[in-house]
Nanobody, 124 residues
Framework: QGPLVESGGGAVQAGGSLKLSCSAS????????LGWYRQAAGKERECVAA????????YYTDSVKGRFTISRDNANNMIHLQMNNLTPEDTGVYYC?????????????????WGQGTTVTVSS
């Protein structure tokens, strides 16, 4: 598989917003579920959002529901994560990921292909 490349991270104040983007860099990933993981300091990497290959189904972990929105642009082989009302607990490195297994429920999403990550820092 080709690389996954994230962009859009940065430093914001609590309550602010960021939009992350992920490019497949020449590979369609059109048949794969895609998602975003977050790794905060001292914590395990956690899936925060995932989207089905069609874009018609989404998953969010409880801590981001109502604040984050994942979307998919298959024509351009990209996914996005709109993050609103950010809190310091959202600080971490965000990774774009793909699950190579077709047809799995999003609650079972497992990243197999990974980007290098983009850092989000939210200050109080």
């Amino acid at each position: 598989q080709g690389p996954l490349v994230e962009s859009g991270g940065g430093a914001v104040q609590a309550g602010g917003s960021l939009k992350l983007s992920c490019s497949a860099s020449g590979h369609t990933y059109s048949n794969l579920n895609l998602g975003w993981y977050r790794q905060a300091a001292g914590k395990e990497r956690e899936c925060v959002a995932a989207v089905s290959r069609s874009g018609g189904a989404t998953y969010y972990t409880d801590s981001v529901k109502g604040r984050f929105t994942i979307s998919r642009d298959n024509a351009n082989n990209m996914i996005h994560l709109q993050m609103n009302n950010l809190t310091p607990e959202d600080t971490g490195v965000y990774y774009c990921a793909a699950d190579r297994r077709p047809g799995f429920a999003l609650v079972l999403f497992q990243g197999v292909y990974w980007g290098q990550g983009t850092t989000v820092t939210v200050s109080s």
